[in-house]
């Protein structure tokens, strides 16, 4: 099986019927193949009318779309964002709130947003926070029994439950940790801003080496955390999660909350 192959199958484990179904233009006839060859899918995402009626998608009197799943809504978003980049020599970056400005790596960002894997990483990140998850644990100090809350994007909690689980359970928090991380630097930066903008507010438990700009803290934390991870993220992304973080960027900005970017020197 190929790389391409094994991530088309796992396209097909996230989308359900009514996904394939929109995705085929309401033709049920074709559903049954997009299952028996999932990679089908991948082309039809490529195919900038496909994602563009995907995330533009109204439902009709009969409700067919109504009940897309968020992963092909994100899919949809990744691959007409990717798509959007091929032949661009630069590319918009943040520099501050509502602020870009361009970049001239955009072949280099390019391929790294149009290899198959790497779109699956993001829309999966991506879809693994439609939902946020919470939990309790309980810790035992010199004054007994202590209940602490953590949540997903609570970075400094999650590290906090590196203490507290088996080993073997670890790399999945450091999983989190990371996921995190390159979730709030890419979609929420003011967001992050805020949280984690008082100087040591991300070491505390992460082994941060210096403070500076948030966003570089996060994708710097991002990569450590995935090399804990063992195999569980592609290279690609342990290896430049700053490209992991402007993917994202780029995918919120046009899709997820796009009237809040301003243009250059604005």
């Known amino acids: 099986m190929t790389s391409r192959e094994a991530v088309a199958r796992r396209y097909g484990e996230h989308l359900t019927d009514r996904d394939l179904l929109a995705l085929t233009g309401d033709r049920p006839d074709q ?24 995330l533009s998608a109204q439902h009709d009197p009969g409700e067919r779309f109504r009940y ?8 949809a978003a990744v691959h007409r964002t990717s798509g959007g980049l091929v032949g661009r020599a630069s590319v918009l970056d943040r520099t501050g709130p509502r602020a870009r400005v361009p970049v001239l790596d955009g072949p280099q960002l390019a391929a790294f947003a149009t290899e ?18 919470s939990g309790v644990v309980w810790r035992r100090d010199d004054h007994g029994w202590r209940r602490r809350r953590w949540d997903d994007l609570d970075l400094t909690r999650l590290a906090d439950l590196l203490a507290d689980v088996p080993e073997a359970e670890r790399p999945g928090v450091w999983r989190r940790i990371g996921d995190g991380a390159l979730f709030l630097a890419g979609v929420f930066p003011e967001y992050a801003e805020r949280t984690y903008g008082t100087p040591g507010r991300l070491h505390r438990g992460l ?13 710097d934390l991002a990569g450590r955390a995935y090399r804990q991870t063992r195999g569980a993220v592609p290279a690609g992304v342990v290896d430049s999660p ?18 809040a970017v301003v243009g250059p020197g604005r």
């Open 31 to 54: 559903v049954p193949a997009l299952r028996r060859r999932p990679e089908l899918v991948l082309d039809l995402l490529d195919r900038p009318a496909v994602a563009d009626a995907v």
């Open 242 to 259: 700053r490209s992991a973080r402007r993917l994202l960027t780029l995918v919120a900005d046009q899709h997820l909350h796009p009237d």
């Open 207 to 219: 082994r941060l080496a210096d403070d500076g700009p948030v966003t570089d803290l996060l994708e």
């Open 68 to 75: 897309v799943s968020p992963f092909l809504v994100f899919a």
């Open 116 to 133: 198959p894997e790497h779109r699956l990483f993001t829309a999966e990140l991506l879809n693994s926070y439609a939902r946020l998850t």
